[in-house]
């Protein structure tokens, strides 16, 4: 079974800090998909990675997927009370599996 | 969300009845998958269909649950003869398809079993 780890579980920092999340697991996926999950709502895509070492930038937010596409980090500069939500990572196995693996998230807190 | 669309949003059900989900992907999509997310737990894979084709559902309990994806209307998930362990949120994504690996998440049934 493949299990994704991420930390911190729970974040809570001020309006202009930076920050970063990690998910990390044993296992190798194919690609990796961050997703975004506000109270009460369904998770939303923000960024798939796909090649190990990958980096890719949304705006403030900076995701890496590492070069043995075992873990992958979320950096986010200079945090907004926006940004505040829970942030999960989930991987694909690949060979034919279409299953994601989900952790069970970073819960962020962005104070004003 | 993108227009994945779940109805109802919230599900009260008492012990013993049945809580019928239902799924409509995005227009295009043939693909839906079905997760589950317990309180403080990550989401869990339950069920993978097609139109008319159930693929995997190696993440669903063999009893009480089934799930379907008919040629026309929404996919269902339906759960016989509720127990208070099927309070959760259920979650269902549609994708375009294999190798399309972006799943498109729905806003969720709530469900709760009193």
């Known amino acids: 079974t493949q299990l994704l780890e991420q930390s911190p579980q729970f974040l809570s920092i001020q309006e202009g800090e930076n920050l970063t999340v990690y998910c990390n697991s044993s296992s190798v996926f194919s690609s990796l998909q961050w997703y975004r999950q506000e109270p009460g709502e369904g998770p939303v895509l923000l960024v798939t990675?796909?090649?190990?070492?990958e980096v890719k930038k949304l705006k403030r937010l900076t995701f890496q997927f590492g070069d043995a596409r075992k873990d992958s980090s979320l950096h986010i500069t200079a945090a907004q009370p926006g940004d505040t939500g829970l942030y999960l990572c989930a991987g694909e196995p690949g060979a034919g599996s279409y299953q994601l693996t989900f952790g069970k998230g970073t819960k962020l807190s962005v104070i004003p | 969300n993108a227009g994945v669309m779940q109805n109802p949003r919230h599900l009260v059900r008492r012990r013993g009845q049945e809580a019928r989900l239902r799924c409509s992907p995005m227009k295009g999509h043939s693909h839906v998958y079905w997760y589950r997310q317990l309180p403080e737990e990550g989401l869990k894979f339950m069920v993978y269909l097609q139109k008319e084709n159930i693929i995997d559902e190696s993440g669903m309990p063999k009893e009480r649950f089934s799930a379907e994806f008919p040629k026309e209307g929404p996919s269902i998930l339906r759960i016989q003869q509720v127990v208070r362990g099927d309070s959760a949120a259920y979650f269902c994504?549609?994708?375009?398809?294999?190798?399309?690996?972006?799943?498109?998440f729905g806003p969720g049934t709530r469900l709760t079993v009193t």
């Open positions: 994504a549609s994708t375009l398809g294999p190798p399309e690996y972006e799943q498109y």
């Open positions: 990675v796909v090649t190990g070492g």
